[in-house]
């Protein structure tokens, strides 16, 4: 049906539904105060729209394509309270889409990222960040949710509601849809939302859906949100949606995800989900879970990563203009680059990691700042992220009873000084892996003025009932050191008589240290006593007297040996050398330690091969 006329008015109460070709190619006003379903349509993209309170503007309902949506070119687009703009459930049917995961009732439906329950696949994450088109994908009970893509030359005003949401019940709904708005002025205090439905009686919730708007101007004061529908089993809740923001006059976004504050699945971006490298803003918070799988730059000069939300990257991720970066939830870090004048600070429960190696050291945590605050509570951690399992210089054979060796032996008989390797004055090398397990990764940290450690900073090895991998390394510099904390590169203990690796090393430079919390590169504890491994080495020198202490600590069990040859220790003099706890340390080179003292512990071991002098030596 083809109309004339310049106007079209749908009054209070009343409902027009078309459902073949309806074109009004003359129309300059198209009023709403009624019920509006549109299918396929073409109006005058001159037109102006105004939706009067209590009227709704919608779409038909899609099948397995896209079909049906809200696609309106206007001059202005007015939107009052308590009118809707909405295409709930418009989208994919049930058991249809791109994000469908199968034929399940606990299985949520995939858009932006993964949905509720345990079935997952990214090759089922879809659509696009900065023009979003998709419909939301069904779950195996109901519909995803539809499009809205409005074009608006002047003005779009929204004090009621644009949404493309998916409902909520008692199964598993379907995705959130898209919304994707051009305006040159932007404005209004309603509400805009892709959001995914709640469930109840223990079924999952889906992804959230995406929305991008575009403006010149933009005074709107409303809320905006693409966030999952809550899920009665933590689990089951599915992934937060995408919110992208761009002044058209500027030539970079901000985009924004946020999880409704709830431990959320993964949302997810590639480079063919979004297809801009370089953003201004970069806001992940309220629980949200966000991978970053492609090579991104963020101008900001903050980034805050909020209590219970984790951002992960496995891209080259570059904030060249950050001063804070501030961790409450979990940054996980691969390949980066951060400005090295900022100041870091992980505030309590907060967790700072790298993503896991295999058999080079392609991740670390090396971080250059100003100032470096881990409060109490707050974790640094490498744990398990060196050398994947078979991998590594101290790795000793397919064998489940082999410990690995990096500091020195492992435990067990299998052992071999030229598997001993790295440096005590700065380690950056991976702890290698055993037969079962990884070994643990890298920290280096760089700090200008000060480093405040209450928290931990590990490069630890974890536990088990099989052979764990050996420590990792430690490397801090800092004007000044302070804190209660706790900084360890210790291997993990074993159970069922397997055995324990070699600790990890440590090397920490400072001109002022009031570091009053426990320092440790100790081997788990195996239960059967010659499988224990060796003990790492702690190395502290303060810069500005060229004063160092090196200390071998056992953890007092019966280790295995500690080695030191001039390619592991670079140094011929030190000040202190203490050697306790059970430990074993064989000196295969010249060295001079400048002490007045020198206590073998009982149960300790130290034989030199080299020169070994100590002429100050009293006691």
């Given amino acids: 049906l083809s109309v004339l006329s310049d106007k079209l008015y749908v009054e209070s109460g009343s409902v027009l539904n078309q459902t073949g070709m309806f074109a009004m190619n003359n129309i300059s006003n198209l009023t709403i105060a009624g019920t509006l379903i549109l299918s396929n349509y073409s109006f005058n993209k001159s037109m102006n729209v105004h939706m009067y309170g209590d009227s709704t503007l919608t779409t038909h309902k899609n099948n397995n394509s896209k079909d049906y949506l809200i696609n309106i070119s206007a001059v202005n687009f007015t939107i009052e309270n308590n009118a809707f703009l909405e ?90 849809g898209s919304i994707y708005l051009i305006s040159d002025s932007f404005t209004g205090l309603g509400n805009i939302s892709a959001n995914s439905g709640a469930s109840t009686n223990g ?15 933009n005074s709107f004061t409303g809320f905006i949100s693409a966030t999952p529908g809550k899920a009665s089993i933590g689990y089951r809740h599915g992934s937060a949606g995408t919110i992208y923001l761009k002044d058209s006059l500027k030539d970079y976004g901000n985009l924004t995800i946020w999880g409704n504050d709830l431990s959320g699945k993964k949302t997810y971006l590639n480079e063919s989900i979004l297809d801009e490298s370089i953003l201004n803003n970069l806001n992940v918070y309220g629980g949200a879970d966000l991978d970053i799988d492609m090579n991104l730059s963020v101008l900001s000069d903050k980034l805050y990563v909020e209590s219970g939300t984790v951002l992960n990257q496995t891209g080259m991720f570059a904030m060249n203009n950050i ?17 090295k004048s900022m100041n870091v600070h992980m505030y309590g429960d907060s967790s700072l990691t790298t993503n896991v190696n295999n058999n080079s050291i392609d991740y670390l945590i090396n971080i250059s700042a100003v100032n470096f605050t881990i409060e109490k509570n707050a974790i640094l951690e490498v744990l398990d992220k060196g050398y994947a399992r078979f991998e590594g210089p101290g790795y000793m054979g397919n064998n489940n009873y082999y410990g690995a060796q990096y500091a020195g032996y492992g435990g067990d008989t299998q052992q071999n000084t030229d598997k001993i390797y790295g440096s005590v004055t700065k380690p950056l090398d991976l702890g290698s892996g055993s037969n079962n397990y990884q070994g643990a990764g890298i920290i280096f940290l760089n700090i200008s003025d000060t480093l405040t450690v209450d928290g931990s900073i590990s490069a630890n090895s974890s536990s088990g009932s099989n052979t764990h991998g050996a420590a990792g390394s430690i490397y801090l510099i800092s004007n000044s050191i302070i804190g209660s904390g706790n900084i360890s590169a210790n291997s993990g203990a074993s159970t069922n008589g397997y055995s324990s690796s070699s600790a990890g090393r440590i090397a920490i430079y400072y001109t002022t240290n009031s570091f009053t919390g426990f320092i ?38 019966s280790v295995k040996k500690t080695y030191l040859n001039e390619s592991i220790f670079d140094e011929s003099t030190l000040n202190n050398l203490n050697i306790y706890g059970n430990a074993s340390l064989d000196i295969d080179m010249n060295l001079s330690v400048l002490s007045d003292k020198l206590y073998v512990e009982s149960g300790s071991v130290l034989n030199q091969t080299g020169m070994f002098a100590m002429n100050n030596i009293s006691n």
């Avoid at 079924?203 to 101007?217: D, E, P, V």
């Avoid at 001063?323 to 400005?339: A, D, K, M, R």
Wanted: net charge negative; hydrophobic share 30%; aromatic share 12%.
């Fill in 203 to 217: 079924y999952s919730s889906s992804s959230a859906g995406r929305i991008a708007i575009y403006y010149t101007t």
């Fill in 520 to 557: 440790s590169a100790t081997p788990g504890k195996a239960t059967v006593n010659y499988r224990h491994g060796s003990a790492g080495t702690i190395y502290l020198k303060d810069v500005i007297n060229d004063y160092s202490n090196l200390t071998i600590w056992g953890n007092d069990l």
């Fill in 87 to 176: 295409v709930l459930d418009k989208g994919y049917a049930l058991m249809e889409g791109l994000g469908y995961m199968g034929n399940n009732d606990y299985y949520g439906a995939q858009y932006t990222g993964y949905a509720g329950d345990t079935r997952q696949n990214t090759d089922k994450i879809y659509g696009s960040v900065t023009k979003p088109m998709d419909l939301g994908s069904g779950s195996n009970r109901e519909s995803g949710a539809g499009a809205i893509f409005l074009n608006i030359s002047d003005t779009l005003t929204v004090d009621g509601s644009i949404s493309a949401n998916s409902s909520s019940g008692s199964y598993t709904h379907g995705a959130g």
């Fill in 323 to 339: 001063s804070n970066l501030t961790i409450g939830g979990t940054l996980i870090l691969s390949n980066y680059s951060f400005n």
